[in-house]
């Protein structure tokens, strides 16, 4: 039986496929080359004007995994934790018993999934979908450019605090510092989301770490750590890979503009039943 998450799935690829053939093509300056001309995603790691600092700016794509009937059955490669947010991790993420109902819920009515309402993401879910993203590192902020949307988060590394009650937003507050060559994210304030297709939910409890490095050029590594008590029963980690994209720009995708997904898995749904 084909589930309400995979039809969902169907109906994004096929929209996302769209958007990446239509990309803005530019010349990406300063790309280092291997002798034979060709980029060296391997060579070393950018750096911020102080010379010590490592850039984390480019526009990345997060990693995908092939399509085939062990994995997806999906109609592209799709990128890893995108449905299942538990893909290469070494556990499922342990949820309270009121979230697992949740989840099951979820699992047969995939229109309440926010991203089929052209919703925001909240900041875990926006590493992993299928628009490529764009990071923007000033010396006190980083900003996080989504192409779904047109999202952007803001990273304030200016040495502020956290709020002490914050009014709760799609992408929460983020504050970020420097640890060697790891830049440590840490955000609180999210209002209740998913964060992966699959329904796994974030509460207004949920404090988020990301550890993000810049491996080398051109790769990108962020590690995830979703801590919410109130959903989950301890703290759950994962790490995702992204790679970093050339001669391209985000262009605009607006979700909701002509959107008809939301009704055709609405109707998929009661058919089912």
């Avoid at 526009?59 to 990128?79: F, G, S």
């Avoid at 949820?95 to 047969?108: K, M, N, S």
């Avoid at 999210?190 to 297709?197: A, E, Q, S, V, Y």
């Avoid at 590594?221 to 801590?227: N, P, S, Y």
């Amino acid at each position: 039986m084909v589930t309400g998450w995979f039809i969902a799935t169907a109906g994004m690829i096929a929209c996302v496929g769209v958007t990446l053939s239509a990309q803005w093509r530019v010349a990406t300056k300063g790309v280092p080359l291997t002798p034979d001309g060709r980029p060296n995603y391997s060579a070393p790691t950018p750096k911020m004007p102080d010379g010590t600092t490592p850039d984390l700016s480019g526009v990345w794509d997060v990693e995908k995994q092939p399509c085939t009937q062990a994995t997806l059955d999906c109609i592209e490669p799709t990128p890893v934790g995108f449905i299942n947010i538990a893909t290469g991790a070494a556990e499922a993420p342990p949820l309270q018993p009121w979230a697992e109902a949740l989840l099951r819920r979820y699992a047969d009515d995939a229109s309440l999934d926010p991203n089929l309402r052209c919703l925001p993401h909240a900041p875990s879910r926006m590493w992993v979908h299928f628009v490529m993203r764009k990071i923007i590192q000033m010396p006190d902020s980083l900003m996080i450019l989504d192409e779904y949307m047109g999202q952007y988060r803001q990273i304030f590394m200016d040495g502020r605090p956290l709020p002490k009650d914050p009014e709760p937003m799609y992408k929460g507050y983020s504050v970020g510092r420097w640890e060697g060559n790891t830049l440590v994210v840490e955000t609180i304030g999210i209002k209740d989301n998913w964060f992966n297709g699959q329904g796994y939910p974030l509460t207004e409890q949920a404090r988020i770490i990301e550890r993000i490095r810049r491996l080398d050029y051109g790769n990108l590594e962020v590690e995830v750590t979703v801590d919410d008590p109130k959903a989950y029963t301890k703290p759950w980690t994962r790490t995702i890979k992204l790679t970093l994209v050339l001669d391209m720009d985000l262009l605009e995708y607006i979700c909701n503009e002509n959107e008809k997904d939301l009704e055709i898995i609405i109707n998929a749904g009661k058919a089912q039943k």
